[in-house]
């Protein structure tokens, strides 16, 4: 709208330039006729037109003038518009990062809802029943990992019954072999849940204010994703068909939103887990005192008979 009004009154001004100057043209003309000027000079007309092209270059020389103003309005005019829609774009950037941000904190809001489910309690009792299981027996620990895997899976070994008994809700060997792989499953739900939730990277402190009770699963699911990544990092065959871990990174995340500090190296971790009280509270096996890594060979496939 101010643009079309300032072109309007350009158009205007320069109307009436043209209109001056052809009318002082004209009056030129008409006055170097007259008869009264002839006793004072032999060329009265081109006297007059002399004076008139000097008027002339003056108003050619306002011309530039005038033209250099306009133009250095325009410019300041340009920078104004710029800047206001520089300041439009940030306020427009600040309003999406906000609203990314109120939808990640409705996420996690939702995720939380979901870990104090009752559904979601059945999850996690599952997957205490493989946890637990995995601190009283070393052997049953090592069989868990290999079960994240579709390639160098090992079979359930019975003489793991004799230490999860212990440790264990199931009666006998024989429920408990029912009951296992189910709880397996629920452990998988637990670590995508876990997964999930730190995958919304902007809400990190909703997070940390959120209770999910990460300090009792810490040394369980660092266990286990130790017995991971030493049988990932132990046999090729693994590596080859495995799809990318991401329970050690997730714990890692999980740690940095809890203040919790990393583990730098192996001994670290064996340090935290074999002083944890409430790991010793669930009959450590003593197995793990040697340390070390917590791989062990895949099964190998029958041989076809001769």
Request: proline content about 5%; some cysteine.
């Amino acid at each position: 709208m101010e643009a079309a009004k300032r072109r309007m009154i350009t158009v205007v001004v320069m109307g009436l330039i043209g209109f001056s100057v052809v009318t002082i043209w004209g009056l030129a003309i008409l006055f170097g006729l007259r008869p009264e000027l002839k006793p004072y000079t032999s060329q009265p007309i081109a006297d007059a037109f002399s004076g008139i092209n000097a008027l002339f270059a003056g108003l050619a020389f306002g011309g530039v003038i005038f033209t250099i103003w306009l133009q250095t309005r325009d410019l300041d005019e340009t920078k104004e518009e710029l800047k206001k829609t520089a300041e439009a774009s940030a306020a427009m950037a600040e309003a999406n990062t906000a609203m990314a941000r109120g939808a990640d904190e409705r996420a996690v809001l939702e995720m939380f809802q979901t870990y104090c489910s009752d559904y979601f309690q059945t999850v996690k009792d599952s997957s205490m029943s493989v946890l637990i299981p995995c601190v009283a027996s070393r052997r049953y620990c090592e069989f868990v990992a290999t079960r994240f895997f579709v390639a160098g899976q090992v079979q359930l070994p019975p003489e793991v019954w004799e230490k999860v008994s212990r440790a264990s809700y199931c009666k006998t060997w024989e429920e408990f072999k029912q009951q296992e792989q189910r709880y397996r499953y629920k452990l998988d739900e637990l670590i995508n849940f876990f997964t999930l939730l730190v995958g919304r990277s902007n809400a990190g402190d909703i997070v940390a204010r959120c209770d999910v009770s990460y300090s009792w699963w810490r040394p369980l699911l660092w266990l286990i994703a130790k017995g991971q990544q030493d049988h990932y990092d132990a046999h090729p065959v693994v590596r080859q068909y495995a799809t990318p871990m991401t329970l050690k990174d997730t714990l890692v995340k999980l740690d940095r939103i809890y203040a919790f500090q990393p583990f730098r190296t192996d001994d670290e971790f064996w340090d935290f887990f074999l002083n944890h009280p409430k790991i010793k509270s669930y009959r450590l096996d003593d197995a793990y005192l040697a340390r070390g890594s917590l791989a062990i060979a895949p099964a190998q496939p029958a041989s076809a008979p001769a």
